[in-house]
């Protein structure tokens, strides 16, 4: 089956620093992927969305400067957040978007728990 | 704008039992319809979808969900659980055209008791 990965899984920074996440879809291409954050006990909020060879489309709400979405290549997108401070600290969870063109399957990574001290 | 709603946040059964986890939708527009299921820190699965045509689909380990046009809802139901399908259920959607943006309910925790 389809294959996400996502690294780190764990992550701790100091405030003020800034935290890269990659997403990486191991075995087929993804034009597409997408961004989310979930809140303890809460669902996901989509924050952007990442297509390859262009910008990403964000949320309303989502700050673009603070969440630095860059899809570099058909099969990794990586989220950085910049000058992160404890209110970020979230599980962060990529998804990449297989069979295009039709009735596609939207595939997660395993996430990535950011803690921000 | 389309709306997705789990009216259960907690649902706890005993083993062997049957369950329903309810979600109801709002959509002007023709929509395809998601069940994902997350176990403890991990990421999202898919569970089943429904796409198109029977209205009643079916998972590999025994959840079904009937997608009900006229009450705008999509439950998913097992008749009997086990321990290990404790976990959190996401129901979702997205229109069948545009973008490929998922809404995704509020997720229902499904807790079995031994």
């Known amino acids: 089956g389809a294959v996400v990965s996502q690294h780190p899984s764990w992550v701790i920074c100091k405030s003020g620093t800034s935290v890269k996440i990659e997403c990486r879809s191991l075995?087929?291409?993804?034009?597409?992927m997408f961004w989310y954050r979930q809140f303890p006990k809460q669902s996901l909020m989509l924050m952007a969305t990442s297509n390859e060879g262009s910008k990403a489309t964000y949320e309303q709400g989502v700050e673009k400067d603070k969440f630095l979405i860059n899809h570099a290549s058909l099969t990794l997108s990586t989220l950085t957040v910049t000058s992160a401070h404890p209110e970020d600290s979230s599980f962060y969870i990529c998804?990449?978007?297989?069979?295009?063109?039709?009735?596609?399957?939207?595939?997660f990574g395993p996430g990535t728990r950011l803690l921000v001290l | 704008a389309q709306s997705v709603t789990q009216l259960d946040s907690q649902v706890p059964v005993f083993e062997e039992a049957p369950v329903e986890l309810r979600c109801n939708y709002s959509?002007?527009?023709?929509?395809?319809l998601f069940w994902y299921v997350q176990y403890p820190n991990q990421g999202l699965q898919l569970l089943l979808k429904?796409?198109?045509?029977?209205?009643l689909v079916e998972s590999i380990n025994g959840f079904e969900a009937e997608f009900n046009k006229s009450q705008t809802s999509f439950h998913l139901r097992k008749p009997s659980v086990h321990i290990s399908d404790t976990a959190e259920y996401f129901c979702?959607?997205?229109?069948?055209?545009?973008?490929?943006?998922?809404?995704f309910g509020t997720g229902t925790r499904l807790k079995v008791l031994a």
């Open positions: 998804s990449a978007l297989r069979g295009q063109g039709g009735p596609e399957t939207q595939y």
């Open positions: 429904y796409l198109s045509g029977s209205t």
């Open positions: 959509s002007s527009v023709s929509v395809y």
């Open positions: 979702a959607v997205r229109t069948t055209s545009g973008t490929y943006k998922y809404i």
């Open positions: 075995d087929f291409q993804a034009t597409t």
